[in-house]
């Protein structure tokens, strides 16, 4: 069971990227998804509409999956693993999540599942990267997402021009100097197949 988490601030279109990268993942019925969403105050998945599709939805709300309830999360993960059995889990955090806290908080699911991390995708939303960098205000908490990323996806490029594009792609280098950079729209179905390829192919460190 892989656990992947799609985090970046509020509105940068984790959860419409979710339900797509969930459908693709899922192929011909080759894989099994299950999806899980901590949410606080965001814009609901519809687990109803989800699971009539096949996949299974797990909702924790109460605080932050990577913080307060740390555990539920984990307990989530190991009852999936028990009743679900799926071969990849797709999270959701919050706007505010901390990558590297989430992945923490994964492991603790581990103790009585069979998981291994997949990468810590961060979505950058290329419409307000001067709104989400210059006022970094929330305490550094969106470069701090960048520095954990394992993949950066710079998400509604369908939304902007060209080099806006190249322009958050140079800005999200000054912070992480390694992750991969991915162009993304959920919208236009661009770089989707791209991200469940390198999600099925990644490898813990
Ligand atoms: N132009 C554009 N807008 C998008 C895209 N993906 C999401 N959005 C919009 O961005 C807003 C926030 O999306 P949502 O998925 O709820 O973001 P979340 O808060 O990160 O889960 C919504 O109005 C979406 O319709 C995209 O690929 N292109
Ligand atoms: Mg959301």
New binding site residues.
């Given amino acids: 069971m892989k656990i992947t988490q799609i985090a970046?601030f509020?509105?940068?279109?984790?959860?419409?990227l979710l339900l797509k990268l969930s459908q693709v993942l899922r192929g011909n019925d080759e894989r099994k998804v299950a999806l899980v969403v901590n949410e606080i105050g965001?814009?609901p998945v519809d687990g109803k509409i989800m699971e009539e599709s096949g996949m299974t939805v797990k909702d924790i709300g109460g605080g932050c999956i990577c913080c307060e309830v740390a555990s539920s999360f984990a307990k989530t993960l190991s009852q999936l693993y028990r009743s679900f059995k799926p071969d990849h889990v797709l999270v959701?955090p919050t706007?505010v999540a901390v990558p590297h806290q989430v992945k923490l908080a994964a492991k603790m699911g581990g103790r009585d599942a069979k998981i291994s991390l997949g990468p810590a995708v961060v979505l950058f939303d290329a419409t307000r990267p001067a709104e989400l960098l210059d006022m970094d205000m929330l305490g550094q908490l969106v470069t701090t997402q960048i520095k954990d990323a394992d993949i950066i996806a710079v998400?509604?490029v369908?939304?902007v021009d060209e080099a806006a594009v190249k322009d958050s792609a140079r800005q999200i280098r000054d912070y992480n100097t390694t992750a991969d950079i991915v162009n993304l729209?959920?919208?236009n179905e661009l770089g989707i197949d791209r991200l469940a390829a390198d999600i099925i192919e990644w490898k813990e460190a």
């Fill in positions: 970046g509020l509105g940068c279109g984790k959860t419409t965001e814009i959701e706007g998400s509604k369908d939304a729209s959920s919208f």
